[in-house]
């Protein structure tokens, strides 16, 4: 098995070599030399998956990548911090990503969550995720990171869903 390719996330700056804010020639580009990045598309054109749909890259109004999504793989090592994202329980990945948040007041959850500050977004832990370790740990399936387009999208989604519009 080839090694993996090791991508850094990194909050308001991106994931390995996609940026937020890169046009889909930019992403393209910075990813066309890299084993394993074929394209896929999905939703009509808003986002576009690569390394067998591990790493998902969504567009916002702007054309612009407003937020990326990676999944665990053999083909990509994700690093937060240092430390490979889907190797770590749910509940260490959620502590060490609050700690650089500026409030204390994030609970865990392990559906998901949004951390604001950073705009770094937790997706569904589950044993089943935890590939590294048979499958003993609850592992987060995804981990992103958007910009504010992004996180206005989710704010005004919410606010429609509590009742309340958004202004």
Request: glycine share 8%; with cysteine; charged share 20%.
């Amino acid at each position: 098995m080839a090694t993996p390719l090791t991508f850094d996330i990194i909050p308001h700056v991106g994931i390995g070599p996609v940026l937020l804010g890169m046009t889909l020639d930019e992403v393209r580009m910075a990813l066309a030399d890299l084993p394993g990045a074929f394209p896929e598309v999905r939703k009509g054109q808003t986002i576009h998956c690569y390394f067998d749909v591990a790493l998902q890259v969504s567009f916002g109004q702007s054309k612009l990548v407003e937020f990326i999504g990676v999944y665990n793989t053999s083909l990509l090592l994700c690093k937060f911090e240092g430390h490979d994202v889907f190797d770590l329980p749910g509940p260490e990945l959620f502590s060490l990503i609050a700690s650089k948040e500026r409030s204390d007041q994030h609970k865990y959850n392990s559906s998901e969550y949004l951390f604001p500050d950073q705009i770094v977004t937790l997706y569904e832990a589950n044993e089943q995720y935890d590939r590294k370790r048979g499958e003993l740990r609850p592992v987060f399936m995804e981990v992103g990171v958007g910009n504010a387009e992004y996180l206005a999208a989710i704010e005004a989604i919410n606010a429609r869903y509590s009742g309340h519009e958004a202004g």
